[in-house]
């Protein structure tokens, strides 16, 4: 029983701790490591990128009436690296989306398939049990829902408890880091008129 409880919970934990996009960057920076042919147009933007910097500045510090072929020259050349650069980048943005998409299906089969396989295999299953008479009748129905004994508390309902727990928690932590990151900021103006007065004294 105290299994039963700890896995449901650690079942709507885990998607929240480890959600895909909060680890979407790191993971996409990690994939383009690997010799895929993503990673090869990644390395092709920035060659590209690169070279229309060279370009770039080579245009700009070329006048146009005193050398007009070589500025004409380096013009065309910026506008066929700046479209190659264009094409490149969709192509990514088009992979990065595929990627995204990949987490969420891999995040889903993952973390919310076993959770909704538990709650319909473990539907039967009493989480623990209320004390005789606690609760009127129709309480007891409802906390039991969807197949559980009378008088039991049922997985799903269970799991909605432990889903509302997680997110107050979320918005919890999120709450203290707003506040600390408020406090540093209000902190850092009082700091330098500290170092200023001292410095003028």
């Known amino acids: 029983m105290a299994s039963t409880l700890l896995l449901i919970f650690l079942l709507h934990l885990l998607p929240a701790i480890f959600a895909p996009f909060a680890f979407r960057p790191l993971l996409w920076r990690l994939y ?3 010799p895929t042919q993503t990673s090869h147009l990644r390395t092709t933007q920035q060659i590209l990128k690169r070279d229309f910097n060279l370009n770039q500045t080579s245009l700009s510090q070329t006048s146009a009436q ?7 020259k380096l013009n065309r050349r910026r506008e066929a690296l700046l479209a190659q650069v264009k094409t490149n ?7 990065e989306a595929a990627f995204g998409q990949a987490l969420q299906v891999l995040a889903w089969l993952t973390l ?5 396989w538990v709650q319909w295999s473990w539907a039967k299953e009493p989480v623990f049990w209320l004390r005789k008479g606690w609760a009127p009748a129709w309480v007891e129905w409802i906390a039991a829902w969807p197949r559980a004994q009378s008088g039991a508390i049922g997985v799903v309902v269970w799991g909605a408890a432990c889903r509302a727990v997680v997110k107050l928690g979320g918005e919890g932590v999120g709450a203290v880091k707003g506040l600390m990151g408020e406090k540093k900021v209000s902190a850092g103006p009082e700091k330098v008129g ?8």
């Open 112 to 116: 919310t398939l076993p959770l909704w």
């Open 194 to 201: 500290r170092d200023s007065g001292e410095k003028s004294l």
């Open 66 to 72: 005193a050398a007009f072929s070589t500025w004409a």
């Open 89 to 95: 980048t969709e192509q990514l943005e088009r992979h």
């Open 32 to 34: 383009l490591l690997l």
